[in-house]
């Protein structure tokens, strides 16, 4: 994992797609939806119905 790093996730078509992150809060996120978070600590995505997708972003400094 790389320090200062962040994700960015953006739900795109299909019903919805759920991001939980290092505290297992988690954001259920629907069609042009966004979350942002630490990408240096844990964290994981989850489709919640067949045919839905998501964009993710690694920014590093």
Known sequence: ???????????GEGPRVR???ADF???DLGP???ATFPGDAP?????????????LVAEHP
């Open 19 to 21: 991001s939980e992150h």
């Open 1 to 11: 994992m790389v320090p200062a790093a962040v994700r960015v996730i953006r739900a």
């Open 25 to 27: 809060s988690a954001t």
């Open 43 to 55: 964290h994981r995505y989850e489709a919640l119905a067949p045919g839905t997708f998501a964009v």
């Open 32 to 34: 042009g939806d966004y």
